[in-house]
């Protein structure tokens, strides 16, 4: 592999904002949620309490996990429907200046479940097929909704595993409603002003005809892009306004508003991990976390900088008289380099490799799939990085809740299986962890490879979905495996080398989508709604310690023997073997 001081330095320098944004954003969570003073809780309580008398929603009343997930469904399928009509009568609806029509019906439910999931997977193209009423009642409000929903299952499961005693995990209406007006509308009117400042339009007016410098006529599409671009990357939503999502200038024109998009990606998901110590009085347990998750960020982004500087041997630069050879269509060649410069394809100049392959390893830990570079270019072992950072669950830093609670189940199994191994108590914030639970985090633990392995599988022996990939070889094979991990994972980039934009897929992508955030989350919100009526044990000298380094390493362990070598054999089948036949000189 092969690596530069600028790109190990901005991964540095990244790494190093989201550590000093970690306890404020924390400190914040926690203020909402806690029902603390807040900056602006004497401007929006009354709006908070309006919401409350016209909805019959009791301020105080406590849910337990079952009314909890049950609320947070159907609010779930009211706006699934809601958005699916709206897609479905577009072309009869206002505020649509190009007149596009309404959408398919498997085109709409693929988008529909999409949006509803925070998948925010795209089938396609914004600028060519979505109105802007579509855009903004449809799926903008998605992007918002969703990720509340994702923010407060997260802080429910938190409490189960805090709270002393009872059964109850908050109220469903109230932390939504908290969660948008004091957290995510706040944060994104001073966002989108800031985007617009740096060139991202918002605007009504319809597209625009231009003359390029070299006197052909195009059409500039344009619309109200800052007020979506905010809410899709500080919500880890991830679905563009233009096809070319985060690589678009219109909805990523700077490098400054790159730092920024990359920054909001992990922003929660950092904080969630503080407000979790804070409330379970340790701040040690939170930042044990913290340095699990921060160990396989800076792995996965590494790795992938090197392959993507390394290059493709492939396209070598043939001169150098003492170089190594490599046999390409039968002959010897000699290289100097992989490929001069890196493995620019597919990437934005303006970016280039570094901070494109650090895009690339943030929206794939956390629960985003914004994009600035297609992932489908990237080198094997580059490609397989940002796969497998999904298929584990996104629980680096985790986005917006839906990572950090499958963290949590992690350090449950790792507290399980510690304790099997040196004959102590299982125990996590001082809750003995028993059947109940163990049984919880397994049914959760296999959801997501049941759903990714299954549809891939079937994929691969159906005519319809061998038909729609790009390339032939394991690199089929890998869009095959990440369009389901994507869509199970509910992180929404892709491969884009697959036509996914058919029936086939559109019908099971989203089921998969279905199943990887309500098939996993019930049992999660089941795990928090046991531990949160067990009362807290004392430390005593079996209870094995969960707040220093050596549980973090443990944690890691248990993820990556547990969760990444469930995936090992179809990665061997994918983007390893693409890896090793490269650099044997062979192509497809």
């Not at 629980?395 to 510690?418: D, Q, R, T």
Request: aromatic share 12%.
């Amino acid at each position: 592999m092969t690596f530069t001081f600028n790109g190990l330095a901005q991964i540095a320098v990244y790494f190093g904002l989201i550590v000093l944004l970690t306890k404020p954003v924390g400190l914040y969570l926690n203020a909402v949620f806690e029902k603390k003073n807040t900056w602006f809780e004497r401007v929006l309580h009354p709006v908070e309490r309006g919401f409350y008398w016209v909805s019959g929603v009791k301020e105080d009343e406590q849910q337990d996990w079952k009314a909890y997930t049950v609320a947070m469904l159907i609010f779930s399928v009211a706006g699934l429907l809601l958005l699916y009509a709206i897609e479905r009568m577009q072309g009869v609806l206002p505020a649509n200046p190009q007149n596009f029509a309404g959408l398919d019906p498997a085109l709409a439910w693929n988008t529909a479940v999409s949006f509803t999931t925070n998948t925010n997977w795209q089938n396609y193209g914004g600028e060519t097929t979505m109105s802007y009423l579509t855009q903004m009642l449809g799926l903008a409000f998605h992007n918002f909704t969703s990720a509340a929903v994702g923010i407060v299952l997260a802080v429910a499961v938190i409490r189960g595993f805090v709270r002393r005693s009872g059964k109850s995990l908050g109220n469903f209406w109230v932390d939504l409603t908290r969660c948008i007006l004091y957290i995510l509308l706040p944060i994104c009117v001073v966002y989108a002003l800031f985007l617009v400042w740096q060139g991202v339009p918002q605007t009504f007016n319809g597209y625009t005809p231009v003359t390029s410098l070299e006197g052909f006529k195009q059409t500039l599409a344009l619309g109200p892009v800052a007020s979506q671009e905010a809410i899709k990357m500080l919500g880890t939503n991830g679905g563009g306004f233009f096809n070319a999502n985060s690589a678009h200038p219109f909805e990523n024109p700077t490098p400054f508003t790159n730092l920024i998009e990359m920054l909001s990606i992990f922003t929660f998901g950092a904080g969630l991990l503080y407000f979790f110590g804070k409330v379970a009085g340790n701040l040690k347990i939170g930042w044990s976390l913290f340095g699990a998750v921060s160990f396989l960020f800076l792995a996965g982004a590494v790795i992938t900088l090197g392959a993507e500087q390394q290059g493709n041997p492939l396209l070598a630069t043939v001169h150098a008289t003492n170089a190594p050879l490599v046999q390409i269509d039968q002959g010897y060649h000699e290289y100097a380099l992989a490929q001069p410069g890196g493995n620019m394809e597919g990437k934005e100049t303006r970016f280039g490799i570094a901070s494109s392959t650090l895009f690339a390893t943030i929206t794939t830990d956390a629960s985003c799939g914004a994009i600035n570079s297609w992932h489908d270019s990237f080198t094997p072992i580059g490609g397989m990085i940002p796969m497998l950072n999904i298929a584990l669950g996104e629980i680096v830093f985790g986005g917006v809740g839906s990572g950090h609670y499958g963290l949590l189940m992690f350090a449950i199994l790792s507290v399980f299986i510690a304790g099997l191994m040196v004959g102590r108590t299982p125990e996590y914030l001082g809750k003995k962890i028993e059947q109940q639970e163990v049984k919880m985090a397994s049914i959760a633990l296999l959801i997501l490879p049941l759903s990714i392995l299954c549809f891939s599988a079937f994929a691969v022996v159906y005519s319809h979905g061998v038909s729609q990939i790009a390339n032939p070889g394991p690199h089929g094979l890998s869009e095959i495996l990440y369009l389901y991990t994507s869509s199970t994972g509910n992180n929404g980039s892709a491969f884009g080398g697959i036509a996914a934009n058919t029936p086939f897929y559109n019908w099971t992508g989203a089921f998969a989508m279905l199943v990887g955030r309500f098939g996993f989350v019930i049992p999660i919100m089941a795990l928090g709604g046991a531990l949160a009526g067990k009362r807290i044990a004392p430390v005593g000298p079996g209870t094995l310690p969960t707040s220093g380094g050596l549980f973090a390493a443990l944690v890691v362990g248990v993820i990556l023997i547990v969760g990444a070598l469930t995936f090992f054999p179809a990665y061997a089948l994918g983007p390893i073997v693409e890896h090793l036949l490269m650099l044997s000189g062979k192509s497809f």
